[in-house]
Nanobody, 123 residues
Framework: QVQLVESGGGLVQPRGSLRLSCAAS????????IGWFRQVPGKEREGIACISPGGRSYYSNSVKGRFTISRDNAKNTAYLQMISLKPEDAAIYYC?????????????????WGQGTQVTVSS
């Protein structure tokens, strides 16, 4: 049974940093692509980053240069390091697996999802 559990969200001030984690189980993590997405109420789930099994990564323009996706296959965990956070980065952040990473990820390409972690950016 595939399980993805996000953690690390919370309240941060503008220009602050957070690191999100995505703990995976129930599948061969090292062989799968991981995507990070975010969603605010009333908007579609937005793909922001993905990383392939070989470490190739892609970012949306909205986060490029500020967010970094990484993975630790020994820990079955993916990360999203976020710096220089802006109020518009506030959202529920989700990780997903079972998809593709040939460009900015799209929600329709991913099969398995975590429950999400809330990120609030406010002073």
């Amino acid at each position: 049974q595939v399980q993805l559990v996000e953690s690390g969200g919370g309240l941060v001030q503008p220009r602050g940093s957070l690191r999100l984690s995505c703990a995976a189980s129930g599948f061969n993590f090292e062989d799968d692509t991981i995507g990070w997405f975010r969603q605010v109420p009333g908007k579609e789930r937005e793909g922001i980053a993905c990383i392939s099994p070989g470490g190739r990564s892609y970012y949306s323009n909205s986060v490029k240069g500020r967010f970094t996706i990484s993975r630790d296959n020994a820990k079955n965990t993916a990360y999203l390091q976020m710096i220089s956070l802006k109020p518009e980065d506030a959202a529920i952040y989700y990780c997903a697996s079972g998809g593709f990473c040939y460009g900015v990820p799209h929600k329709n390409e991913y099969e398995y999802w975590g429950q999400g972690t809330q990120v609030t950016v406010s002073s």
